[in-house]
């Protein structure tokens, strides 16, 4: 069994080839090749812009790959989404792909737009957000610098963003949101009733999602005399609790937590002070919920 499985090229592709490094692949690309390598026998890799991923997963050419639904919902593809995977660019979350006008003009609502013209990539999800809303304006795609056209190439732009920070850079203000999104490993309807592949997809969503969901954590492991153990406890606000052992000592206890790591530096001298001793801070690569 081989499963074809598609690396998103562009934006989204060092994120996505760092959270399979941490879920235990390694996946090594070359600026020559579209065939990325994979250590994984049972796994082909090849790099495909995330725009055109579920029209290949759907048409059996890919058995699976990683794509926004955005984009799977602009193509209408008829997929499986095997797992919603919450990264970005940026940041491991969502992104939005709002409707921006000029700070300066008199745009307030979608409303306002009727008659105008709308530059973006997301054609047909923003067709389709006009028509709900009994909207008329003119979209035309955009190859791309969307945010320098308004206000001379177009009045308004439906543009993907994590911070917003490149629309106020250019003097653009949101005034709706047309998409949420997220990454998504999805699956060609056939790969995924077949008992083999439909298997490795699985084991795929549980160590990515177990990547992801160490991510900004670490684990903390210190020794507490017993009689110090509610003081260190009270210290400690655990993922769901501690892990307690005896060590040789019978009065001495290892207690074992994962934390957010931006607390670890004000909550190891708190544990110091509550009488944690050895105290072992290490990274965390999976988390399997």
Known sequence: MTLKLGIPKGSLENATIEL?????????????????????????????????????????????????????????????????????????????????????????????????IIATE????????????GVTAKVEFS?????????????????????GSSLRANKLKIIDTVLESNTQLIANSSAW?????RRKLQDIKMLLEGAINALGKVGLMLNVHKNDLQ????????????????????EWLAVNTILDESTVRDIIPRLKQAGGEGIVEYPLNKIVL
């Open 20 to 116: 399979f490094r941490r879920a235990g692949f390694t996946i090594s690309t070359s600026s020559r090749s579209y065939f990325p390598g994979i250590d994984d026998p049972e796994i082909e890799c090849m790099l495909i812009r995330a725009q055109e991923m579920s029209r290949y997963v759907e048409d059996g050419i890919l058995d699976a790959g990683l794509t926004g639904r955005d984009w799977i919902e602009e193509n209408e593809s008829n997929i499986v989404a095997v797992a919603d995977l919450i990264y970005a660019k940026q940041s491991f979350g969502m992104v939005r792909w709002v409707l921006a006008v000029p700070e300066a003009s008199n745009f307030h609502s979608v409303n306002d737009l009727e008659g105008k």
């Open 122 to 133: 997301l054609v047909q999800t923003t067709k389709r957000y006009l028509k709900a809303r």
């Open 143 to 163: 190859w791309g610098a969307t945010e320098v056209k308004p206000p001379v190439l177009a009045d308004a732009i439906v543009e993907v963003t994590e911070t």
């Open 193 to 197: 009733v077949d008992a083999a592949k």
């Open 231 to 250: 003081k260190v406890l009270a210290v400690l606000p655990a993922l769901k609790r501690p892990t307690i052992s005896h060590l040789s000592d019978e």
